[in-house]
């Protein structure tokens, strides 16, 4: 995988601290979710823990010694959910997915890669799409697992697949 | 040993010999010295020794002995007297040693007789007879008493010495304020003097000569301000304060121009103050005045900062070319910011006058902020002028 390139703000010290000029501060977080998706992107991170993020070298550059304040990293966090590039997991918002395609996205990509596989009318296991060698030059290969499989259910809800349950095991058929 | 001095062996008035031993050794410290084998005198003034060859003794006033402490002898050494001794007063007759480290001697006792001296000598510094000694013409030895004595009147001596510095300070208070009084009291006459003769000067313009009122001018102007606005004169607080808003700013025009438009209150108050002299201004006052510049429309106003700093500047200040200035300063700096106190440094302002102009900048969004552990510092913002 490619050296992931830091964009100029990362080593720009008011890039950390949240700036209290509301037109400021939203350019400020328009290229802090920028750099949050491409980075989560670019190193497939596909979690954000609140209380862990702080110690994740994209809010922290220690070649300028700056971090984002946990305040800060929250406020990012928030805004990312609010754009729809993060999923909180619980009510309490402190493990979200982050999206950096959405699930729908995921779904398209998925069931291309199933027809230009000649898959449609076949089943095929989840692991086989996210782990299977066939799927290894494919963005979605090694996607997280339940990412995934909403991934799969918007396929299923737009009638273009359909899963199913082979006791602890999952599958697919798409249609 | 520097304590020792050389004298004769006569006895001054009211001296006595009290006892004497023979076989003595002077000791500097611990230091063994040459004075040896001589014949020590103890009088109730002095401790006299002096060897059989020489002629002159040497003599150590007894006012100079702190504390005498025995040492008993041994196999190889004899048994000696410790004498702690205070520091020697300034004016002393020649000694064998100019000048010695050492804060206390010892006598060493060959032909026995120590304790018994201890004794004597004892007796003798308790006894204090060389400051009943009343006799004007005293030998030089009399200086070291009194300088001696000071030092040996215990704690009720520093007290009393303590108390003696108090009376001094409070009368030179005193007196330093009776100056003041007297300055103030013909401040008074000369304002007086001066407020009619310019009346004069005003009523009969013929009567006075030129010179004289050129000389008068520059009298008056090296005071100040030379008819300064007294609530005396004018009787409704307002029009005290609407005279006041306008001396102020006659006043303060200049120097506030020089210092680039923007002067903090605080300065102002102390400024016009000094410019009025005597008739000072309470900050209320200065305030109020300040407040209505703007009412009246005069070549100065008050400002006041979201952060509630108050500042006197110029009408015609231009607000955005203030935030460009401190945006300049920034851009000479996008590496590793400004703070408030470097802004001050390099433009001569004040520091809080430093940090409005960077948060004004903020608030233009012309410069973010980077709070760390180095404290807060200021960028020209690139998130608008690179992205």
């Not at chain 1, 027809?115 to 692991?127: A, D, E």
């Not at chain 2, 013409?137 to 001596?157: D, M, N, R, Y």
């Not at chain 2, 003769?197 to 009523?203: D, G, H, P, T, V």
């Not at chain 2, 608030?363 to 180095?374: G, H, L, Q």
Request: glycine residues 8%; hydrophobic residues 35%; contains cysteine.
């Amino acid at each position: 995988m490619a050296e992931f390139e830091w964009p100029w703000q990362y080593s720009f010290p008011p890039f950390f601290t949240l700036q209290p000029n509301a037109d400021v501060r939203r350019t400020q977080l328009d290229s802090w979710c920028a750099l949050v998706v491409s980075w989560g992107k670019s190193n497939s991170v596909s979690q954000i823990d609140v209380t862990e993020a702080s110690s994740l070298p994209v809010f922290k550059n220690n070649a300028i010694s700056r971090a984002l304040p946990v305040d800060g990293i929250k406020v990012v966090l928030d805004e990312l959910a609010k754009r729809g590039n993060l999923e909180w997991t619980d009510k309490t918002r402190r493990r979200g997915y982050l999206l950096w395609r959405s699930p729908s996205e995921w779904g398209q990509q998925i069931y291309s890669w199933a027809q230009s596989t000649s898959r449609i009318n076949n089943v095929c296991t989840l692991y086989e799409i996210n782990q299977g060698d066939e799927s290894a030059d494919q963005e979605f290969h090694g996607l997280d697992g339940d990412i995934l499989l909403k991934a799969l259910k918007t396929l299923e809800v737009t009638g273009k697949a359909e899963l199913m349950d082979f006791g602890d095991n999952q599958g697919i058929k798409f249609l | 040993m520097d304590r020792w001095y050389w004298c004769g062996s006569s006895l001054t008035a009211g001296e006595v010999v009290c006892t004497t031993a023979n076989g003595i050794r002077l000791y500097d410290g611990d230091k063994r010295t040459g004075y040896d084998d001589g014949h020590l005198t103890l009088t109730n003034h002095r401790l006299l020794w002096r060897h059989e060859s020489q002629s002159s003794s040497l003599g150590l006033h007894l006012s100079l002995v702190v504390l005498v402490e025995d040492e008993a002898g041994g196999f190889t050494s004899s048994p000696k007297l410790l004498l702690h001794l205070a520091q020697p007063p300034h004016s002393k007759p020649a000694g064998p040693v100019a000048a010695s480290s050492n804060s206390f001697i010892k006598l060493s006792f060959r032909q026995g007789g120590c304790s018994s001296f201890q004794q004597a000598l004892q007796n003798a510094i308790g006894e204090r007879d060389w400051e009943k000694v009343v006799i004007p013409s005293l030998p030089a030895s009399h200086g070291k008493q009194s300088g001696g004595k000071t030092i040996h009147t215990g704690i009720l001596g520093i007290e009393r010495a303590i108390q003696a510095k108090q009376e001094e300070t409070n009368q030179n208070i005193s007196h330093a304020f009776e100056d003041l009084k007297n300055l103030m009291g013909l401040a008074k006459d000369m304002v007086f003097l001066s407020k009619s003769i310019s009346n004069k000067i005003k009523e009969h313009s013929g009567e006075v000569s030129v010179d004289d009122t050129t000389r008068f001018r520059s009298y008056l102007l090296s005071l100040g301000i030379d008819d300064p606005v007294t609530r005396e004169t004018y009787g409704s607080a307002t029009q005290y304060h609407h005279h006041l808003a306008k001396e102020i700013s006659q006043a303060l025009e200049e120097p506030v121009k020089e210092v680039g438009g923007v002067m903090l209150l605080s300065e102002v108050y102390c400024r016009i103050n000094r410019a009025r002299g005597l008739q000072l201004l309470s900050p209320e006052d200065v305030m109020h005045a300040c407040h209505l510049m703007k009412k009246f429309d005069l070549s100065l106003n008050l400002h006041t900062f979201e952060s509630g700093v108050q500042v006197v500047q110029t009408a015609g200040l231009d607000q955005d070319k203030v935030v460009e200035t401190t945006v300049e300063t920034l851009k000479s700096h996008e590496v590793d910011g400004v703070s408030a106190g470097d802004l001050a440094r390099e433009c001569g302002m004040p520091l809080l006058l430093a940090q409005e102009r960077l948060l004004q900048a903020e608030r233009c969004a012309k410069a973010v902020r980077d709070e760390s552990s180095e404290g807060l510092r200021f960028f020209p913002n690139l998130f608008f002028s690179r992205s």
